[in-house]
């Protein structure tokens, strides 16, 4: 450019063709600033249409790198966007705005700058449409959050008969895509598919193939990234299987698919067979593998197993000559806050300095609270608004999660003067979510009532609740659970009642919502009939969770539970033979044997410990306590010790203060008084209240006989 710029400047005379060539090729070399300097200079000669069109491809590259801000709720290119108009009306003026180029890369530029309206117009306005003009409009839809009127403008220029490029195909895989994320999967095989976008995406890839355009690089690589996000991964292994040439963005597309759908290992298999060098992209992926594979480890081993793999592509990552870009210092942060080494995190968060953005804060401060670390996740929250970045919707979810932990943690240490800080912060929170128009982001308000509910201060958490416009499930399930660990049952019910009238889709009760609504009729006397008219609702609903579900059937154990606590041992035995066949967990056959246990049923409880053991359950500490109990309330000494003693001996579980308490208890019962005191001292704990009161009870007893 230094020496095409030298021949320009030596010309006696300039015309339209000379100012056009030196604007774009400052554009092609990336100098957008002299391609638009260059424009605005302009000498002895009026722009034509080959002279907008360079100038409309630097403006377009302007928008691409400008930070968009909120404007009505989207995001817009606000310095680009003022350009672009201006441009526009020198455009009109020219009456330029006839060429069809012209008018497709104006299309282009306004979708860019994030105002579809205006490239709506300019579309509208077009006396006819090329491939072009349709594929900027079908892709400014969908990096603007519109996919699903991309899709159907797709459809329209299906049926104009325009041939459909790899441009176009693309841009409609990418849409598809998009609506995939949004679409509430379903169990299918034990793989969660969004069906809808699926149905879609294969009719797309019909479309490709009969044109030949799946033979394409970037139209396969956004088959894979498509069919990866609408959750069928068998097809985008075949797409990407049957690629002749593969480049990175294959490679990495298929890895963050895998990963995405929770195959880790799969992802794992892949990066290590690579046939191309990784890059950015893929080192940042793979850590997001290991965050997850850390996240779902849990013990200290593992977790220091996927740190050291962590640390060892950060390694590798820079020997490779990848920068530490943003986002890659950002999945960085995350993945040693997963793998539970802050120091390291806080290392990388360091280093980036001044460039940190509200992405890097939030991951400081939700590793902070999940680390344990509450005080600290707040003090970043504060730290980050001191620097100037203004915390957006996860930002402030972080920040009220850390809050909303530290008063469950002070409400149990019972710490009333701290609890009343927790609530005084929540407050300010609150004033600062509703003074940046956060308060009408439903994630935000449900986790703002969360906290609340947790400081013990239900009438605010309602004041959220009611002020709320868009509700959703969560929002209900929020303020019936709410109601219940604050001891307010009836309440909770009420709600429960009130969210079945709610009108609004998407509000419909779901397995949380049942769950919160057993539990609060357990702790009415008058619960039993309303807990059956419940369980009929959950069947019709179809909501009881199959034995090969993939999450633990908590619906199912917790439905069990209540009848347990209810006395009614006969349906709660009806729920486990209905649905766990036998099988189930450790949780479910504790919940069993805990109710024939309270009912007094020893019998019952030893022959469900032999069905458990028989159908292959390990038992746990639980278990065992139920057990004991049992055991204890029905004077069975000899039963008791063998239990005691296989607990350590068989199963390898060690006792616990409980185990040893209804040991006491026991022998305490059956006036062996000194042998409890020998049992006593041989815990390898100091006892508790409840023992001494046991031993203590049993030897009044005795000296009054």
């Not at 992405?359 to 509450?374: A, C, K, Q, R």
């Not at 099988?583 to 056959?589: P, S, V």
């Not at 028989?614 to 008791?640: K, R, V």
Request: with cysteine; glycine share 8%; charged share 20%.
């Amino acid at each position: 450019m230094p020496d095409a710029r030298g021949v320009f400047d030596g010309m006696a005379r300039r015309d339209v063709v000379s100012w056009t060539a030196l604007i774009s090729g400052y554009v092609e070399n990336r100098d957008i600033d002299r391609a638009c300097e260059s424009y605005d200079q302009m000498e002895g000669c009026e722009p034509d249409a080959r002279a907008f069109l360079a100038v409309l491809t630097a403006y377009a590259r302007l928008a691409a790198q400008e930070e968009g801000v909120q404007v009505c709720g989207k995001l817009a290119k606000v310095e680009a966007l003022g350009k672009s108009m201006a441009l526009h009306d020198q455009i009109f003026g020219r009456g330029c705005d006839k060429d069809i180029f012209v008018a497709s890369s104006l299309v282009d530029l306004y979708a860019k700058c994030g105002s579809l309206l205006d490239a709506r117009i300019v579309f509208d306005r077009m006396a006819e449409h090329n491939v072009v003009s349709w594929t900027s409009l079908v892709m400014g839809y969908v990096e603007n959050g519109g996919a699903g009127i991309a899709l159907q403008l797709f459809s329209c220029f299906h049926s104009t008969g325009l041939v459909v490029n790899s441009r176009v195909m693309v841009a409609a895989l990418m849409a598809c895509g998009s609506l995939a994320t949004k679409e509430e999967g379903t169990q299918v095989c034990g793989r969660l598919v969004k069906i809808g976008c699926l149905e879609q995406g294969v009719v797309l890839y019909e479309q490709a193939k009969s044109r030949q355009l799946d033979s394409e690089v970037h139209v396969a690589n956004s088959l894979i990234d498509m069919f990866a996000k609408c959750g069928s991964m068998q097809r985008a292994r075949r797409v990407f299987e049957t690629m002749e040439l593969r480049n990175v963005v294959s490679w990495t597309s298929l890895i963050q698919g895998y990963v995405e759908n929770g195959k880790e290992e799969l992802a794992l298999d892949l990066f290590g067979s690579m046939e191309t060098p990784p890059n950015a992209w893929t080192f940042t992926t793979v850590l997001m593998c290991y965050a997850s594979l850390a996240a779902k480890s849990s013990c200290g081993t593992m977790k220091t197993k996927w740190l050291e793999k962590t640390k060892a592509l950060h390694d590798d990552a820079v020997k490779s000559g990848c920068s530490l870009d943003i986002v890659m210092a950002n999945t960085l942060v995350f993945t040693y806050m997963k793998c539970g080494s802050m120091v390291d995190a806080d290392q990388v968060f360091s280093s980036i300095g001044r460039v940190a953005n509200v992405v890097s804060w939030t991951s400081m401060i939700l590793g902070y609270t999940e680390n344990g670390e509450h005080e600290q996740a707040l003090e970043h929250f504060y730290r980050m608004k001191a620097a100037g970045s203004a915390p957006d919707s996860r930002a402030f979810v972080a920040a009220l999660t850390a809050m909303g932990r530290l008063a469950e943690k002070e409400a149990n240490e019972l710490q009333d003067s701290a609890k009343t800080k927790c609530l005084e912060r929540a407050v300010e929170m609150h004033l600062e979510i509703t003074a940046s128009g956060l308060d009408s982001d439903s994630f935000v308000a449900n986790t703002l009532m969360e906290v609340y509910a947790k400081c013990r201060c239900m009438p605010k958490a309602r004041q959220v609740f009611q002020g709320m416009v868009n509700r959703n499930t969560a929002s209900w399930n929020t303020m019936i659970l709410g109601y219940v660990k604050n001891g307010a049952s009836e309440q909770a019910l009420e709600t429960f009642t009130r969210m079945k009238l709610e009108p609004r889709r998407g509000c419909e009760p779901n397995h949380q919502t049942y769950v919160a609504v057993l539990t609060a009729l357990g702790d009415l006397s008058t619960g039993l009939e309303a807990g059956r008219e419940i369980h009929g609702e959950i069947c019709r609903r179809g909501l009881i969770e199959e034995p090969s579900s993939s999450s633990p059937p908590v619906l199912a154990t917790c439905l069990l539970d209540f009848y347990a606590k209810s006395a009614s041992m006969a349906a709660a035995r009806h729920v486990f033979d209905s649905v766990f066949l036998g099988g189930g967990d450790a949780a479910i056959w504790n919940a069993l044997i805990s109710g024939y246990s309270i009912q007094g049923d020893t019998f019952q409880v030893c022959s469900s410990f032999r069905e458990m053991r028989g159908a292959g359950i390990q038992p746990d500490e639980a278990t065992f306590q139920s057990i004991l109990m049992s055991c204890s309330h029905a004077g069975l000494l000899d039963e008791a010790r063998k239990f005691f003693r296989e607990m350590g001996s068989v199963y390898g579980i060690a006792p616990r203060m409980e185990h040893y308490s209804c040991m006491v208890d026991l022998l305490g019962r059956a006036n062996r008084v000194e042998e409890g005191m020998e049992l006593l001292e041989r815990m390898p704990w100091k006892a508790d209240t409840v023992a001494w009161t046991s031993i203590l009870s049993a030897w009044s007893q005795t000296e009054q006989k």
